[in-house]
Nanobody, 126 residues
């Protein structure tokens, strides 16, 4: 699966941004789709994941209630809607894909994901 993330940019604290991730190469609906982020000098951090058909989502506590993941399987695209952005949300955001394994939901560790996009930078000014 090839993943192409877009939509990053500069936003003021309290603002909103929507990231998109377009997938190609495999059957999109076979994969749960996750988002991770990595700030400078920090480890890659789980943000959230959406199930193959989109019926289930799971979020990190740090973004719960502010971020929403959705997907459009007809367009092979997953989205990350980010509201009420904070300076600590500033990071490079990566979309990822994993073929679900029995008992693996939710997949929150980077090693559980098979494919990664190139990342898109989100900058939040205070």
């Amino acid at each position: 699966v090839q993943l192409q993330a877009s939509g990053g940019g500069l936003v003021q604290a309290g603002g909103s941004l929507r990231l998109s991730c377009a997938a190609s190469g495999r059957t999109f609906s076979d994969y749960a789709m996750g988002w991770f982020r990595q700030a400078p000098d920090k480890e890659r951090e789980f943000v959230g994941v959406i199930s193959r058909i989109g019926g289930s989502t799971y979020y990190a506590d740090s973004v719960k209630g502010r971020f929403t993941i959705s997907r459009d399987n007809a367009k092979n695209t997953v989205y990350l809607q980010m509201n009420s952005l904070k300076p600590e949300d500033m990071a490079v955001y990566y979309c990822t894909a994993t073929r679900p394994r029995l008992g693996s939901w939710p997949s929150t560790l980077p090693d559980e994901y098979d494919y990664w996009g190139q990342g898109t930078l989100v900058t939040v000014s205070s």
